[in-house]
């Protein structure tokens, strides 16, 4: 069986998760763990409730407060109601504005030999040719080009 936490909290503790839940703006989830903390308090100031009670009073599922409470006893007051920090960066950029800059001269330019305008395949297939990106789809092209208000017609 999974151990038990038990959530005790200090009295600065407790002033601290009251300011968060009564005053301020603060995110929804944050205000709500802080609300979950004070109920589920089972030191010699709080109410000491039920994990199943506080559930049901605060519409969240007894799961979930408890993985607020090992997160409480693990890693202390801070990360219990504050998001984790991102592990992983976000994804870099690969089509950026230089990018943009030499498709759109690529598109304003004269149409290839043999063809009336230039297609989103062709754009494509050119960019990769010249060695602009080492590979890009049509659909990109054509997302780039809506972006900036390009009609190729």
């Known amino acids: ?8 909290l200090t009295k600065e503790e407790r002033k601290d998760l009251e300011a968060i839940s009564t005053k301020g703006k603060r995110a929804a ?7 979950a903390l004070l109920l589920l308090d089972a ?6 409730w039920v994990v199943a ?11 979930s407060l408890e993985h607020l409470k090992r997160r409480f006893v693990e ?6 109601i504050e998001r984790k ?5 976000p994804r870099e950029i690969q089509f950026g504005g230089e990018f ?5 001269a690529l598109a304003c330019s004269d149409a290839p030999k043999g ?3 230039w297609t989103i395949r062709l754009l494509a297939e050119k960019m990769v040719e010249l060695k602009i990106v080492p590979s890009v789809s049509a659909m990109t092209i054509c997302n780039t080009l809506k972006k900036t208000n390009l009609s190729l017609i």
């Open 1 to 8: 069986m999974a151990p038990r936490y038990r959530v005790t």
């Open 115 to 117: 063809r009336e305008r």
């Open 85 to 89: 920090e991102r592990m992983t960066p």
């Open 53 to 63: 009670q506080v559930a049901e009073a605060l519409g969240t599922t007894s799961r």
């Open 43 to 48: 030191g010699e100031y709080g109410p000491k």
């Open 29 to 35: 989830r944050t205000v709500l763990y802080a609300r």
């Open 100 to 104: 943009e800059a030499k498709l759109i």
């Open 75 to 80: 890693e202390g007051l801070p990360a219990a």
